[in-house]
């Protein structure tokens, strides 16, 4: 919310403005001081009830309920903050669409999730929760899924700042932004603030451009002060190329996690295949020779899979006219339009970076 205060009178005017309006004397210097407040409360009484309030008004029901005016005024500018930042409230029941046995949501389960959610068992053990983490591995492993997951867990709000939120006013005032950014979410609570295509703003500087190296080192300098904040706050980073990454990123005391995402096995590819099966008009379907077939997918290359089933049976029932319902075949019919992202080499070198830079 911006909000631009006029020019406030001397405090002997101040003082006499009020006694005008409401009665009430005041000493000068404290009229001085609240009248802005009266003002701020003349606009927030205004936008709560969609017609322009009287200052006499707004000054009386603020002197009357000073401090709960100043509580809900504070609220107001938090939650105009938020929408600002385009925060999103996600649902609890995302973190469910992942399966159990999947590696990262174990790590995430026991470093991330259960000591926020158990807070004095946390303290009484001297365990701190991360407050930084790096998600990395292939694209379309569920990296961005797994951030917002944990926002709805924690049943925190997600704020994603993207590269282009930074590139607003240009490259040459990136490192700007990304400072007035941060120090925005450093006033926010129970926040997931996530940062997908990381390299692309803390790439290494060993080669990089003036202009690159002064964005990586500007990172440098929020990601401690991100950290030492007392609020509830949780920043994921998430690369396709860790190894781009600065070096002094990845050694600790910066980040507090490094978290491998990436393949996925027959177990955590049924429970992907069967919560999107779920919302199809299915008849049978042989799960399991699907579970074969997609053995190189990624999540987001099963997501895509069955959008173009949809699309297939909702074509054919237009034209049949009969209900037509999801089979085996149908899907067969579909896998070898979808070309997998993931392939021998890929998965190697993840299996590699996994080796070399993880840290949980």
Known sequence: MNYDLPDIPSPELCAGKIFEISGNRLEPELAAELLPRILQHKWLMSEKLARDVGLKVACIDFLE????????????????????????????????????????????????????????????????PPKAIIFFGPPGTGKTHFAKAIAGALSWWFIEIAPSMLLADGSEKMGANLRKIMEKCRNLKEVVIFIDEFEEIAGSRDEASRLDKSITNEFLKQVPLFKSQDNNLLLICATNYIRDLDAALLRPGRFDCIIPVGTLNEEERANILEYYLAKLNTGEVDLKRV??????????????????????????????????????????????????????????????????????
Do not use: C
């Open 65 to 128: 309920n000073m401090e709960q005016a100043r509580e809900e005024y504070l609220a107001y500018q938090y939650h105009d903050l938020l929408n600002e930042m385009g925060a999103l409230a996600i649902s609890p029941q995302l973190w469910a669409t992942i399966s159990d046995s999947q590696p990262p949501k174990q790590i995430v389960q026991k470093r991330i999730i259960l000591p926020l959610i158990r807070e004095n068992l946390s303290k009484k053990h001297g365990v701190v």
């Open 291 to 360: 579970i074969k077939m997609t053995s190189r997918f990624t999540p987001a290359d099963i997501e895509y899979l069955f959008q173009q089933v949809a699309q297939f049976t909702f074509e054919q029932e237009l034209a049949t006219r009969q209900d037509y319902r999801v089979t085996t075949d149908t899907i067969f019919e579909i896998i070898p339009k979808i070309r997998a992202t993931l392939t021998d080499e890929i998965i190697v070198e993840f299996e590699k970076d996994s080796i070399t830079y993880s840290r949980y």
